[in-house]
C-alpha cells in the first residue's frame, strides 16, 4: 500500500520535512497541515523581512555553543546535515546566499520572499498536498506493539490525525513541526502519546527599565558592553541599543536566551550590571580619569569626552554623577571621579518586565530531547512519530541558528521517514 506521510506546521522545519521526504521517496504520498491560514510566516519576518537562512560557522564546536539549549543534541545531528549542507541545497536550487560582517547568511535578494518561494515551488513540485486552517487536535495510535491494528484492516495505518474543522486523517508517519507551543496546556495532545517536555518559556527578548532617565538617550548604540545578570552566572558582552523602553540589541538578546528560565523564575524582575566602557575594567578607568585631570586640566570635563562616547550619553553619565556643565577636569573631586569610574564600569539598572523581539520570537522548552533520536528526529517511545524544529528542546541565539536547526531537524527526519516508508 502506498505510504502516507502527514508533516504537522506549515513552517521552515514543516516545509523542509516534506519537500526532502517527497524528493527522497516520490511514491510516498505527503501532506502539511497548517492551523492557520498563513505558510512559512516566521521566515517571511525573519531578519527584517531578509530571512537570515543560517550562520557561515563551518565548525560543528563553535555552532553549537550558540543554542542554550540542545547543545548535546545537535553536536551529533549536525554531523548528518550541517550549514554547508543547507547553503548546498538552497544553491542547487538556484538560490544563492551571502554573508554579512556579523556571519549572519541571507539571500542575495535580500527578500525573504526568495525563501518562501523556493519552498512553495518545491512543494507544489513534489506533489505535496498543504490543508490550511487545520489545526490537529489529537493523535490517535492505531496500531499495536505486535504490529496488529486497533482501527480499520483496510486502511493499516499507524494513525489517526483528529483535527479541527476538518475531517480526521490517516497516516504511516507524522513529523511534529508546529513550532513553539507558548503554553504547557497546548502540549497536551502529545503528552497523551507518551511524550515529556520542558514547559515553555520566552526566549530572545528585551529588558524593560521603566522610569530610568537613561530612556531618554533612546536610539544610541554601544559597539561593545559588557552585561551582567546580578546573583547569577549569567554574563554577556557585544552591541546594545537604548530603546524609548529600556534595552535591545544583540548583547542583550543573548543574554536573555541564555538566562530564559533563570528570569522566568525571576517572573522579570531583577538587577544587571552593566559596563560601558568593556574591555576597560573599573582600575584601568581611574587610571585614565587621573591622567585626565592633569593633561585636560583647563577644560570643562562636559567638551572633552575622552572615552569617546556619543556627547548625550556622556552628559547623562556626568549629570547621574553629579558632575556640573562648567567643571573643569583639574576640579574634578577624588570623590566625583571614582563615582564616573563606577558608574561607567558596573552601572546598575533594575530591570522589570520584558518586551517580545517579535521578528526573532522563540520559546525555550519543548519535547525533551532524550526523547527523540537526534540522528533520526524518532520518537523513542512511538515509532514512526518524528519531531522538527522549535517543537523540541532546543533554541538558539539571533543570527540564523534556529533555523540552521529547522533545516537540521526536517532533513534527519525526512531521511528516516523516506527510508521506512520504502521497506
Known amino acids: 500500500m502506498q505510504k502516507e506521510l502527514i508533516v504537522v506546521g506549515g513552517g521552515a522545519a514543516g516545509f523542509f520535512c516534506a519537500i526532502n521526504a ?6 510516498l504520498t505527503v501532506t502539511i497541515l497548517e492551523k492557520t491560514s498563513k505558510l512559512l510566516s516566521k521566515v517571511r519576518v525573519s531578519g527584517g523581512g531578509r530571512c537570515n537562512v543560517t ?8 555552532m553549537v555553543k550558540k543554542y542554550p539549549r540542545g547543545e548535546k543534541f545537535l553536536k551529533q545531528s549536525f554531523h548528518h546535515f550541517f550549514t554547508t549542507d543547507t547553503i548546498s541545497w538552497f544553491e542547487e536550487r538556484n538560490i544563492k546566499l551571502k554573508t554579512e560582517d556579523d556571519g549572519r547568511m541571507f539571500p542575495v535578494s535580500n527578500s525573504s520572499e526568495t525563501i518562501i518561494n523556493c519552498l512553495l515551488q518545491q512543494a507544489e513540485s513534489a506533489g505535496i498536498k498543504i490543508i490550511m486552517n487545520c489545526e490537529v487536535l ?4 492505531l ?5 496488529t491494528y486497533t482501527g480499520d484492516e483496510n486502511l493499516r495505518k499507524g494513525f489517526r490525525i ?7 486523517l490517516t497516516a504511516d508517519f507524522i513529523c511534529v513541526a508546529c513550532g513553539g507551543y507558548h503554553k504547557k496546556e497546548h502540549f497536551n495532545w502529545l503528552a497523551k502519546l507518551g511524550h ?3 514547559p515553555p518559556v520566552p526566549s530572545l527578548f528585551t529588558f524593560n527599565i521603566p522610569g530610568n532617565p537613561v530612556v531618554e538617550l533612546m536610539g544610541i548604540t554601544m559597539k561593545n558592553v559588557a552585561i551582567k545578570i546580578n546573583g547569577t552566572k549569567h554574563k554577556q558582552e557585544g552591541p546594545l541599543l537604548i530603546t524609548h523602553w529600556g534595552f535591545s540589541g544583540p548583547a542583550i538578546l543573548k543574554l536573555s536566551a541564555f538566562a530564559a528560565i533563570d528570569l522566568a523564575n525571576l517572573k522579570y524582575d531583577f538587577s544587571i550590571s552593566v559596563n560601558w ?6 582600575n584601568l578607568v581611574l587610571e585614565k580619569l587621573k591622567l585626565f585631570r592633569t593633561d585636560l586640566a583647563s577644560q570643562k570635563i562636559i567638551n572633552r569626552n575622552p572615552f569617546d562616547l556619543p556627547q548625550r550619553f556622556w552628559k547623562y553619565h556626568l549629570q547621574s554623577c553629579g558632575i556640573g556643565d562648567e567643571m573643569r577636569w583639574a576640579d574634578l573631586p577624588a570623590k566625583l571621579q571614582n563615582l564616573l569610574a563606577i558608574q561607567l564600569c558596573s552601572q546598575q539598572f533594575h530591570v522589570k518586565g520584558k518586551t517580545t523581539f517579535k521578528d526573532e520570537f522563540v520559546t525555550a522548552g519543548g519535547i525533551k530531547l532524550n526523547e527523540v533520536n537526534a540522528i ?3 520518537s523513542k517511545i512511538l515509532p514512526h512519530l518524528f519531531f522538527a524544529g522549535e517543537i523540541l528542546d532546543v533554541d538558539g541565539i539571533t543570527g540564523g541558528f534556529n533555523f540552521q536547526h529547522a533545516w537540521t531537524s526536517g532533513w534527519l527526519a525526512a531521511a528516516k521517514i523516506a527510508s521506512l516508508s520504502k521497506e
Open 196 to 198: 515529556n517536555f520542558e
Open 55 to 62: 550562520h557561515a560557522c563551518f565548525s560543528i564546536a563553535e
Open 138 to 141: 489529537e493523535v490517535d495510535k
Open 22 to 27: 517527497a524528493v527522497k521517496n516520490p511514491a
Open 376 to 378: 533520526t528526529m524518532e
Open 143 to 147: 496500531s499495536n506493539e505486535d504490529g
Open 277 to 282: 566602557l568593556f574591555p576597560l575594567n573599573e
Open 162 to 168: 483528529k483535527c479541527k474543522n476538518h475531517d480526521s
